[in-house]
């Protein structure tokens, strides 16, 4: 069974430029997750989406970061306007509803901001 | 103050030796389940093993098993006889309100631990 597929792998654009980051959960988790990973913050949670329910978005740092997840299924995170500080790797994860499943991630998205 | 501590920002070990990563964390929460996630050079995130705090035994896979002790907060990984595979960055993770189905399950993930496998 295929894993959580996320694209691009890299992304390269200049400050200002908005930017759409796609997760394609594993099939049959309803719950995904959003996580921004950094050298100087570590991992970070950013954005949960569970079946309908409306998405947990305590984690996003700014207006400029949003998601939506269509169908139940793939996800797209988009940051307008980016900034330098936005430079990461931006990792989905998705799992069972269940609260003792593990979270399952993908390779992540490298983003760089020139 | 952080909920999850991993004091040790690298260690080393050789190659066929059994080896602990700290992990301390900090909840007031009854229901929680803890994590710990391995991330090779290549980026993945792979899941070793999982421990929820009202399990009564220490949970084991494989070459790996967690020193759970709820007392102290600590959710330490033991690897035994190391690979040089193991090679990586290890984080210890949280996920609180488990039970209540409150909150989201989102992660609070520790600094992590860089082990470097010696031959």
């Known amino acids: 069974g295929a894993g959580v597929s996320q694209s691009p792998s890299n992304k390269v654009t200049e400050k200002g430029k908005d930017v759409e980051l796609r997760c394609d959960p594993i099939s049959g988790h309803t719950a995904l997750y959003w996580y921004r990973q950094s050298l100087g913050q570590g991992l970070e949670f950013l954005i949960y989406f569970q079946g309908n329910s409306a998405p947990d978005k305590s984690g996003l740092p700014s ?30 994860a998705s799992s069972f509803r269940d609260s003792n499943q593990p979270q399952h991630f993908g390779d992540g998205t490298r983003l760089s901001i020139l | ?38 991330q090779p050079s290549s980026g993945e995130m792979i899941f070793l093993i999982y ?23 600590s959710a330490n ?39 470097s496998v010696i031959p």
Do not use: H
């Open chain 2, 77 to 115: 990984l033991v690897i035994s006889a190391s690979q040089l595979g193991d090679s990586a960055m290890y984080f210890c993770a949280m996920r609180e309100s488990l039970y209540s189905g409150a909150g989201s399950y989102q992660l609070t993930f520790g600094k992590g631990t860089k082990l």
């Open chain 2, 1 to 38: 103050a952080q909920k999850i501590t991993q004091t040790q920002p690298g260690m080393f070990v050789q190659e066929k030796e059994a080896v602990t990563l700290d992990c301390t964390y900090d909840t007031s929460d009854p229901s929680y389940g803890l994590f710990w996630y391995k």
């Open chain 1, 63 to 92: 207006d400029r970061f949003s998601a939506e997840r269509t169908g139940g299924s793939v996800s797209t995170l988009t940051i307008q306007r980016t900034q330098q500080e936005d430079s990461a790797v931006y990792l989905c």
């Open chain 2, 51 to 73: 421990q929820g705090s009202y399990d009564q035994q220490n949970a084991t896979e494989g070459r790996y098993s967690l020193n759970f002790q709820k007392a102290r907060k």
